[in-house]
C-alpha cells in the first residue's frame, strides 16, 4: 500500500504563527476559556467518550500515541496527503483495531467550540493538535471532500487528490447480533 504521508513537525506552525502576536496575559486567558470540558468529555483509556454527541473518540491524532498516565498524546501526528491515501490510512488501521473510523463534517465541527476561535478544538481533549485541516468522509462534489480547516473557518471543500490534513479518528462499538452479544 502506498501512502503520502510525512510527519507533521511544521503543522504546529499554524497555530503557533498565531499565537505569537497574542500578549502573555491574553494566552493565559486563551488556555483558561478553551479547558476541557470535563462534564461534556469522559476517559475511556485510550479513547474519550463525547456524552453530547454519544461518540467515542481516539485522544490523539493519527500516528501519535497516548500515555495513559498523563493522557498526553506522544510522537509526531501522520498528515496525509490526498483523501484516499488518509482513507487507506485507516483501512489499515481498522486491520488491527475494531472499528476505527474517519469522522463526517458534522462529527467533527461537533467537537468545535466557537469560544476558542483557532484553538476550535480547545474544549476537547484533542486540544493540543496544532489546528492543522482533518480529513472527513464527507463528499463536497466531485473531486472533493470536505475537512474541518479551524484557521479556515471550519467546513471546507478540498481537492481530494492533493490536499493534506491530518486524521482525528472515532471508535464505532461492536455491532451486536440479535441475541445482544458483540458479534
Avoid at 9 to 32: D, I, K, Q, T
Avoid at 57 to 67: E, K, M, P, T
Avoid at 155 to 170: H, N, T
Wanted: hydrophobic share 40%; aromatic share 6%; proline share 8%.
Amino acid at each position: 500500500m502506498s501512502h503520502r504521508l510525512r510527519a507533521a513537525f511544521a503543522v504546529p506552525v499554524l497555530v503557533s504563527a498565531s499565537l505569537l502576536a497574542m500578549p502573555p496575559h491574553r494566552l493565559a486567558e486563551a488556555a483558561e476559556a478553551c479547558s476541557v470540558d470535563k462534564t461534556r468529555f469522559r476517559d475511556v483509556g485510550p479513547a474519550y467518550a463525547d456524552n453530547k454527541s454519544g461518540l467515542l473518540w481516539r485522544h490523539c491524532v493519527a500516528g501519535q500515541s497516548i500515555d495513559m498516565q498523563t493522557k498526553r498524546c506522544q510522537g509526531a501526528m501522520v498528515a496525509i496527503d490526498g483523501y484516499k491515501a488518509a482513507r487507506e490510512y485507516v483501512e489499515n488501521l481498522g486491520r488491527r483495531m475494531v472499528g476505527i473510523r474517519m469522522p463526517t463534517i458534522d462529527e467533527v465541527a461537533g467537537l468545535a467550540d466557537a469560544r476558542c476561535g483557532m484553538q476550535a478544538f480547545g474544549a476537547t481533549p484533542h486540544a493540543g493538535y496544532g489546528g492543522a485541516p482533518v480529513w472527513t468522509t464527507t463528499p463536497a462534489g466531485p473531486g472533493k471532500v470536505y475537512q474541518y480547516d479551524p484557521a479556515g473557518g471550519g467546513k471546507v471543500a478540498v481537492d481530494e487528490l492533493d490536499s493534506p490534513g491530518v486524521i482525528l479518528l472515532l471508535i464505532d462499538p461492536p455491532k451486536k447480533s440479535p441475541d445482544g452479544k458483540p458479534r
